[in-house]
């Protein structure tokens, strides 16, 4: 899943929340699915603060002020 960009992460996290909402899904189809969504929201937050690294370095060499979203 690391060759994934933000989009498709985040398209096949709503696709997993998706199904999770879906109340006839037995159990360990749920726990796979939760776990999917786990990694597939960790690659969503790494591509964003790679994002956020790369336009803060970007501004800083233009001597605009950097930001921090956390």
Do not use: H, P, R, W
């Given at each position: 899943?690391?060759?994934?960009?933000?989009?498709?992460?985040?398209?096949?996290?709503?696709?997993?929340?998706?199904?999770?909402?879906?109340?006839?899904?037995?159990?360990?189809?749920?726990?796979?699915?939760?776990?999917?969504?786990?990694?597939l929201?960790?690659?969503?937050?790494d591509?964003?603060?790679?994002?956020?690294?790369?336009?803060?370095?970007?501004?800083?060499?233009?001597?605009e002020?950097?930001?921090?979203?956390?």
């Amino acid at each position: 899943m690391a060759d994934l960009t933000f989009e498709q992460a985040l398209e096949k996290l709503e696709t997993v929340v998706k199904k999770l909402e879906n109340k006839d899904i037995s159990l360990d189809e749920a726990v796979k699915l939760y776990n999917e969504g786990l990694i597939l929201s960790k690659v969503c937050y790494d591509l964003l603060k790679q994002s956020e690294k790369l336009v803060s370095t970007k501004m800083t060499e233009t001597g605009e002020k950097a930001f921090d979203l956390d």
